[in-house]
């Protein structure tokens, strides 16, 4: 893998297409994710965005942008006047290109340094969205960000098997990732575990009991619908489907996300959301 350090001119985008209406913005403190030849990269629509990859095979490369504190500190009262302005809380989705927890965040640093930077300046709405219980090195300055804004950690779950044949193993096991998620509960940070993609459940009853216990509230995201696209398009030209379709046929499908749905909403009432609606923070089916 490739791995550099950048300055770059700035960190906080305004967000349109599938994030608007989930938050103001966006920040990634990387580009490209060490993650990419993981389980989560496989569906990954940001690998189709030639802008950000630059020819460069999504996996292979990671770009940490050394500045990035700097430049939320820089840009942080334009932007929430910005928000503010078009009606709205100044709301920040971390991260929707990358992830913020990468094995490299120990080395730079770079996202525990925005956190610092957020929690000088802190903006109405935080979600931080991560496949890794490298979030638990952060537990300290997310206690402190809690007090300060709306936090939201969202782990990502994308089914209760961690190999699933044809696939490559996530970047982080399931039982960690549910250990984590447990841990942030505990701390009173808002947790929400994301099963985005849906990929095939073996006993979705068991899976969603323990989501109950470890966290407040799930979302569930089908690709069709869910990777940017009204019909699945873009995931359709990754090897998932024809994965997913070999454990379960049904499972490509949209129809499988609402049977989901029917089984998380009676071990969980009131604690599940939907696809978009749902990382907007919306929980009341």
């Known amino acids: 893998m490739q791995i550099s350090e950048a300055s770059i ?9 599938y994030l608007k209406g989930i938050a103001s913005h966006s920040l990634q403190p990387y580009r490209g994710c060490s993650f990419g ?12 965005n030639g802008l950000l990859t630059r020819g460069a095979p999504w996996g292979s490369f990671l770009e940490a942008r050394v500045n990035a504190a700097e430049l939320y500190r820089a840009q942080f009262a334009r932007e929430q006047r910005f928000a503010r302005r078009a009606g709205g809380a100044f709301s920040i989705f971390l991260s929707s290109a990358t992830d913020p927890f990468v094995p490299q965040e120990r080395r730079f640093r770079i996202t525990a340094r925005v956190f610092d930077a957020m929690i000088e300046a802190p903006p109405d709405i935080l979600i ?44 982080c096991s399931v039982a960690r990732r549910l250990d984590a998620a447990l841990e942030l509960k505990r701390a009173r940070i808002r947790t929400v575990i994301t099963v985005a993609p849906l990929l095939p459940i073996a006993d979705p009853g068991a899976f969603f009991a323990r989501l109950a216990e470890v966290a407040d509230a799930v979302v569930i995201d089908h690709f069709i619908e869910g990777d940017g696209s009204p019909d699945g398009t873009r995931t359709a030209r990754t090897g998932l489907p024809a994965a997913m379709r070999a454990v379960a046929p049904e499972s490509i499908q949209l129809a499988y996300r609402e049977r989901m749905l029917d089984i998380a909403r009676q071990v969980m009432p009131g604690r599940v959301g939907v696809g978009r609606g749902g990382f907007g923070g919306h929980f009341g089916a």
Do not use: F
């Open 9 to 17: 001119r700035s960190i906080l985008t305004r967000t349109s297409g």
């Open 37 to 48: 030849n993981a389980l989560c990269g496989v569906g990954c629509y940001v690998q189709h």
């Open 128 to 171: 931080v969205q991560t496949h890794s219980d490298g979030v638990l090195d952060a537990l300290p300055r997310l206690r402190r960000l809690s007090a300060h804004c709306a936090l939201r950690v969202h782990i990502s779950i994308e089914s209760d098997r961690d190999r699933l044949p044809g696939l490559p193993r996530p970047a």
